[in-house]
């Protein structure tokens, strides 16, 4: 499928939508950066939830600047096929869902780098439809689902960009989940309407849980 920027061109069945952030939900990111910066003789410690000042030269303990990290950042995307993995469980949870949900992925890397991505996704049998885009969340998952009638749920891993949705979607369902393990106790705690998945299985019965209890409210209110 494809790398979109406008959710319009983006076509939904008549069954729920799951929107899903790529890095950190469907790709492991901070496990594979840290392998790649210890490959340039850098480290990435979980000592907050960020990455700048907690990347440390291995040689002399100094921390990586600003400027360094982009650069970085920006190779570790152009090679991420030879990095990046898909998160544990989410490649048959996802085919699981796509049984009666469409899923779309969301992902705000840089946009030079979508193709890539789009390659990295496809040989994973990932091949849902991908917007990319640097602009807030909430408004493109506004636009996707288009104030349907149908049931919608939202995963990420950063609260910005779950808030964002909440806002422009307030009946969203929110996931918050992170594959990194060592990182995760940093993580702010989600505030209230967030639901913190452990892992795919968990947010895959979330959902599951969702979509069944907003079907049986419509079939009531049809009654
Ligand atoms: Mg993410």
Redesign the pocket.
Known sequence: MSVVTDPGQVRLGERPLIVC?????VLE?LSPLTHFLRSHNYDLLPRSFRLHGNIVSLLDGSEMSHEQFDAFEDMFFERQDLWQRPAERAVETLHALSAEADIVFL??MPPRHHGIRRKLLDRFDLSFDMIASEQPKGPIVAALHDRRHLPVAFI???QR?LLSVADHVPECLLITM?ANADFKPFAPAPVSGILAASDWSHAGDLMRGHFSAMASKTATSLA
Do not use: H, K, L, P
Request: hydrophobic residues 45%.
């Open positions: 952030d790529i890095d950190e939900v990111f992902t705000a990420d891993d950063i960009n992170m």
